[in-house]
């Protein structure tokens, strides 16, 4: 079965960097387009980056432009998001997704807290 398993999440101070990562599995992993997604408390889930199957292709939300990094590596089935210059707004949990024709799969999330 498809599993996506967050980790990396953690308190930062402002400023600060984190790497997120997804293990994904149950799926070729290789041939599917993966997001990055975050809910606030309060506040919907929001995209936040796309990465195309090979890698060759991201988008960003406008927020997260210049800080954050989406990669993937598809020997390993992982998914990355490297967070620099970290701010209290980027506080979320983030997931990642996936869509396998019509079906969405997410992971179970991981906290990540920007405070001083």
């Known amino acids: 079965q498809v599993q996506l398993v967050e980790s990396g999440g953690g308190l930062v101070q402002p400023g600060g960097s984190l790497r997120l990562s997804c293990a994904a599995s149950g799926f070729t992993f290789s041939h599917y387009g993966m997001s990055w997604y975050r809910q606030a408390p309060g506040k919907e889930r929001e995209l936040v980056a796309f990465?195309?199957?090979?890698?060759?292709?991201?988008m960003y939300t406008n927020s997260v432009k210049g800080r954050f990094t989406i990669s993937r590596d598809n020997d390993k089935n992982t998914l990355y998001l490297q967070m620099n210059s970290l701010k209290p707004e980027d506080t979320a949990v983030y997931y990642c997704?996936?869509?396998?024709?019509?079906?969405?799969?997410w992971g179970q999330g991981t906290q990540v807290t920007v405070s001083s």
């Open positions: 990465i195309t199957s090979t890698g060759d292709s991201t």
């Open positions: 997704k996936v869509q396998l024709r019509w079906t969405t799969y």
